[in-house]
């Protein structure tokens, strides 16, 4: 087992399970944010019916379910094997959803039918090289197919690659994986230059409360 596997297997223990209804009564959802029934929804990624579109670094798999469920072709790829049993075991095996164990650039390197969307939702697209991952995905993406993807705002004046470190027992040192972060003129430039058009980048606030981070969300069109 990689360190970064054991790193996502650590934090999957530590993970909230997402609501079993929303504030709408619905049992599945989309979620942007980190925030619980705030932000926008599905209708980012501008999908037609029966849609294929990936989730990169899916997690427990709400999004990709809420997906499937609403009659898209979902594909959920996460390094981490223990955010995939607790994917199975909340949504089980619906038909729509296909949950695969890989890194992401290598699962889009071995993809042979092409995507109408993907997106990552505080997921591997923060925590992946862009100039690996970036012409991976556009390479994959079918022609005005959507990259939709979210994270934390850049901290001012730490930009590119930084360090997150995930807790383990107090007698153990913390995990470490690499995260991106930049500012949304940043990513607008590099999507540009790896193919893409339309990139827009733009920060969310967030909701009404105490909490004061937003979401960065950025979007780009093949």
Not at 60 to 80: C, F, I, Y
Not at 177 to 193: F, G, N, P, T
Request: charged content about 25%.
């Amino acid at each position: 087992m990689t360190e970064t596997v054991m790193a996502w297997d650590t934090y999957a223990g530590q993970r909230p399970e997402r609501k079993r209804v929303n504030s709408r009564g619905e049992t599945t959802w989309f979620n942007w944010t980190q925030y619980e029934d705030h932000g926008p929804g599905v209708e980012l990624l501008h999908l037609a019916p029966r849609a294929r579109v990936l989730d990169l670094g899916c997690g427990k798999g709400g999004n990709a379910a809420h997906l499937a469920a609403v009659g898209m072709r979902a594909v959920g790829v996460d390094v981490s094997p223990k955010q995939l049993a607790a994917a199975r075991a909340r949504w089980g095996e619906p038909a729509g959803l296909e949950l695969h164990q890989a890194d992401a650039v290598g699962f889009l390197a071995g993809d042979r039918e092409g995507f109408d969307a993907v997106y990552s939702v505080y997921g591997a697209v923060w925590f992946t090289d862009p100039a690996r991952l970036l012409p991976a995905v556009r390479k994959q993406l079918r022609p005005g197919g959507r990259l939709v993807f979210s994270q934390r705002p850049a901290v001012e004046g730490c930009y590119g690659c930084q360090a997150s470190y995930i807790p383990r027992g107090v007698d153990e040192d913390p995990l470490v994986v690499k995260r991106w972060d930049y500012e949304s003129a940043a990513w607008e430039r590099m999507l540009v230059e790896h193919g893409f058009g339309d990139a827009r980048a733009r920060v969310l606030a967030a909701p009404a409360g105490r909490r004061r981070v937003g979401t960065l969300i950025v979007s780009a069109r093949a």
